[in-house]
């Protein structure tokens, strides 16, 4: 249940998600009376650390890990920064070479992007039209330089599930061949609470989450850390979290996320049905629209509630603020950079043409959204996009 219902129809839950009402509850006794600072040593302080350290556990059971084996910080954007130039700043003496994708977020490619400027070399993997990386590309490119890759889980923009499992398997015969540690991290932001983040199955090394996406706190995230893993950390203070990640514990922020992390982990089932119901509603009126659109989410390896469709002759822009006045909250790909009119990096590197490109839009559901809400919505694209082709560019 979310908080408080406005009238807004939101259909931006892969930007960000109402925080659920039971998750506030079990916070509200950690930013008042138990107030103590997890490093202090009286019974007071006591209480926090106790909090902070069944909220690992309950994490560590949805992830099949250790809890020693999870870092708390501020979110998505931290975990991938820790993740990349924390693991491969540790692991410079053995190998300079890093593995990404061109379809990544930006706290991926931009971190990429410093250890670059660094002086280590980032293969950006390409991508069919789909979205799903070149496997063949990666197995030809891990070396005996490669210390650590890093592919995202399911991409924000379109939803597209990357195979991590045959990922995985890839980097770890070629771990064997060259005689050699090379590290596995996969962005999970969008993935949690729909997809499994069982580590071992995945045979991931490292995994960033984020609490924000899934009815948890904002500024809120986990990095999971297999155990042996090097790493150099980026914060230095304390020596909090093993001396991984220093500051003192945002402690109703780590119960919040735990509690949301169950809540939504134990219920995906429900979620999937209910979001791919819903999104194959969608598809199947896109299909029926007088003009002329892409739906660039492909049918088969996507999240069930991601769904990017772009207009031909259209900007995005225009449409989601026509949407906006009609009281709709959608997305035109990434949230983080829709202030920018270029076309998204992921488009682009799925082949999509700048000019149909700059016309994406994303919806993104959740438990909340309705058939009734779903019908509204199509019916005011229809009309934003009619009303819009008076001045739409031929
Ligand atoms: C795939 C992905 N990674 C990382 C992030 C950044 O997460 P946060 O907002 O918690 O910093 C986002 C946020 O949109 C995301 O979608």
Redesign the pocket.
Known sequence: MPLDSNNEIYVDN???TSMSKDVLESMLPYFSRNYGNPSSLYSLAQVSRDAVEVSRETIANILNCKPSEIVFN???????NLAIIGVSKALEPTGKHLITSKV?????IHAMEEMESLGFKVTYLNVDKDGFVDLDQLEQCLTSETTLISI?Y???ETGAIQPIKEISQIIKKKSIDLNRDIYFHT?A??AAGKLSLNVEELGVDLM?I????FYGP????ILYMRKGVPMSPIILGGGQERQRRSGTENVPGIVGLAKALQLADSSKENFNSHCNKLINNIREKLSGFKYNNTIVTPEKNSLSNILNVCFENFEGEPILIGLDMAGICASSG???SSASLEPSHVLIAQGIDPKLAVGSIRISLSLENTEKDIEYLVENLERVVSELSVYAKN
């Open positions: 892969a930007a960000t501020s979110g998505g954007t931290e975990s991938d990544e977020h930006h706290a991926v995202m399911a991409n924000n962005d932001v969008q960033t984020s609490g924000h996406k904002k500024g809120t995230g990434s949230a983080c």
